[in-house]
């Protein structure tokens, strides 16, 4: 922010300051931006600044019964602003404060010395945006926006769509960049919002800001279609829906938008990304935004197959986690397009910028503008470059099941041609996810304890640390077979922010792996154990590994896609022989390790014994004179 826009958001923290404790947030913020766009509109109609402003203030009626006359009275003037302000204020009479409340904010926004109208107008979009963040509101960051608009191409786009348009921000900063380069094109504007609010401070801004040929509509996006004999399509379409959203997944059925298939009822995702595909033109194109877990899980594969099938998916662009303001879940960009360029058709572009963040506040991250400009560089111009841009053909994409991770393709695929042989992990170790337990499954086996139940926290520095406090016994006899730990198993985490792996030494305590973990049970014939474990662990394994993920918030390793995960093969002979010089390094690690704790441990209690300081019971007192 520059020094004029904090000064603008310091009347407005004062402003709201002096509302706090009287009415709910949410009500404080729609009386300012319905306030403060009665005093532009008044500014538009009369040539001496303030005239109705200081009327207002000296009336001997009520202020708050003028808001509620002067509210009408523009509602009739201006039809463009019908129901909006009554919408969001439907009266000011409700609000039962006297009206030196009411005085005290008119008199702080008559006082503001706003340069010209066009500032008046950004001080509205910042109390909307405000606003919309401070309850909830699904608002695209900037980051992002202007990513997107440099990335299409917009001097052949006459139609805009945008489908969960919060307060229509896109739009905003869409026309804002036509006003920028000059473009006195006309392009029309549909938005789609569900929420009542947003609709109405939607419909305020795109007066405000001057947009032309705009319709929006108070609708849900997934309400079922039937039929539609005049469907709408457009040149482009924009839709930041919310990430993983429960549906009624039964209003799918026969719903024309779902013929690449319906969706499963626990994320939505692709239903806004279908929806999005079902109104685009035979030439246009769609951004939209999702996560990970958008692009990899199994309950969607199909429909990321039919899709990618039909050529519909142009590039996929990993971008910095914790681009929203309430979320840190790392964010995908999925560009659509109808009419590929010939070059282009039967390959998908997959980007990596994860890396190019900074910090915007202490909630919010953004792209780097050197992210943003290589990222627009790279698609406009179909670059390729190691580690981070990638074109990728539909036969790879088949051979890895349609995920549309770019780290698959950009660090795992690359990486694993990088060795002269490989082979599938799969194919020589036995990999199990460990038992999933309910909270009253676990309270019922801990009466009987037989075993420990290792999770996360046990695994530490390639160690296994057994918990007394965490102790079962087993269900069922099979589980003696699927969970319970062996000498050289390979335990390793499943979920998790860090990957974790841990040895099972020769002397074991009898344990089951959780949920949390997985075992890797090597045949040693085939492969050896501590080779294994070292590869894993080496900064090429890991980015392999990182490849693989999935989840949102939290990173997750399904073992189906452990089983296909491509490590070096090696001749046993040479595998045994580096294994067991290997195992010895490890082994006399650990003891310089354990052998430097108790050096440290009995020095320290000695020092702290010469203080008074001591540990041991019975031990002096601080400050004892020695």
Request: glycine share 6%; hydrophobic share 35%; charged share 25%.
């Amino acid at each position: 922010m520059n020094k004029r826009e904090n000064e603008l958001k310091y009347i407005l923290e004062s402003i709201t300051e002096d509302l706090e404790g009287l009415y709910p947030n949410e009500q404080i913020a729609r009386m300012i931006l319905v306030i403060v766009t009665i005093f532009y509109l008044r500014e538009l109609e009369y040539s001496e600044k303030d005239q109705v402003s200081r009327a207002v203030l000296s009336e001997s009626r009520s202020i708050a019964h003028m808001l509620d006359q002067t509210v009408i009275e523009l509602e009739h003037l201006h039809k463009e602003f019908k129901g909006v302000f009554t919408g969001l204020v439907p009266s000011f009479l409700q609000y039962n404060y006297s009206d030196t409340v009411f005085k005290t904010m008119i008199e702080k926004i008559i006082n503001i010395q706003f340069i010209d109208q066009e500032e008046i107008v950004q001080f509205i979009n910042f109390i909307a945006l405000k606003y919309s963040s401070n309850n909830g509101g699904n608002q695209t960051p900037e980051t992002i926006i202007k990513l997107v608009l440099g990335l299409i191409d917009f001097k052949n786009i006459s139609s805009v769509a945008d489908y969960c348009s919060g307060i229509s921000s896109f739009a905003i900063e869409l026309f804002r960049h036509f006003r920028v380069e000059g473009s006195n094109k006309p392009v029309s504007y549909y938005g789609e919002e569900k929420n009542a609010s947003d609709y109405l401070i939607s419909k305020l801004l795109l007066n405000i800001n001057n947009i032309p040929f705009f319709h929006i509509t108070n609708k849900d996006v997934l309400d079922r279609i039937y039929r539609e004999p005049e469907r709408l399509t457009v040149d482009f379409i924009w839709s930041d829906a919310p990430f993983g959203m429960v549906w009624n997944q039964s209003e799918g059925q026969n719903d024309p938008r779902y013929k690449y298939g319906i969706p499963p009822k626990s994320s939505a995702d692709w239903a806004f990304y279908q929806n999005a595909l079902y109104h685009l033109n035979n030439h246009g194109q769609a951004a939209v935004v999702g996560t990970k877990g958008t692009l990899v899980r199994s309950t969607e594969v199909h429909i990321r197959k039919a899709i990618t099938e039909e050529d519909l998916i142009e590039a996929v662009i990993t971008l910095p986690e914790n681009l929203y303001l309430k979320t840190r879940v790392g964010t995908e960009l999925i560009i659509f397009n109808k009419a590929k360029s010939k070059s282009r058709r039967g390959l998908i572009l997959f980007i990596d910028a994860s890396k190019y963040t900074q910090r915007l506040n202490r909630n919010q991250c953004s792209i780097q503008e050197e992210g943003i400009s290589k990222i627009v560089y790279a698609y406009r111009n179909g670059i390729e470059e190691e580690n981070f841009s990638r074109f990728v053909d539909l036969a790879k994409i088949r051979e890895y099941d349609y995920s549309l991770n770019p780290k698959e393709y950009l660090d795992f695929d690359v990486l694993k041609h990088s060795f002269h042989q490989t082979v599938k992990l799969g194919e020589i170790a036995a990999i199990r996810r460990g038992v999933q337990l309910t909270k009253e499954e676990l309270e019922e086996l801990s009466n009987t304890a037989t075993h420990y139940l290792l999770n996360i926290k046990d695994i530490e520095n390639g160690r296994i640390a057994y918990d007394e406090e965490s102790r079962i016994t087993y269900k069922k006899q099979d589980w003696l077979e699927k969970f319970a730990i062996r000498p050289m198993d390979i335990i390793m985490t499943s979920k998790g922010s860090v990957v974790k792996f841990a040895i099972v030494e020769e002397k074991c305590e009898e344990a089951f792996v959780s949920g949390n973990l997985s075992i890797i049970r090597v045949d040693h014939a085939l492969y050896n154990v501590y080779v294994l474990y070292e590869f894993l662990q080496s900064e090429v394994g890991r980015r392999m590994l990182d490849g693989l993920q999935t989840g949102t918030t939290i990173k997750l390793i399904n073992p189906s896609k452990l089983e296909k995960f491509e490590i070096p093969l090696l001749s046993i002979d040479l595998m045994n022989r580096v294994g067991a010089e290997l195992r010895e390094n490890k082994r006399k690690y650990e003891e310089q390790i354990q052998e430097a704790e108790q050096r440290f441990s009995l020095e320290r209690g000695w020092l702290l014994e010469q203080i008074g300081m001591s540990n041991s019971p019975g031990g002096g007192a601080y400050g004892r004179e020695i």
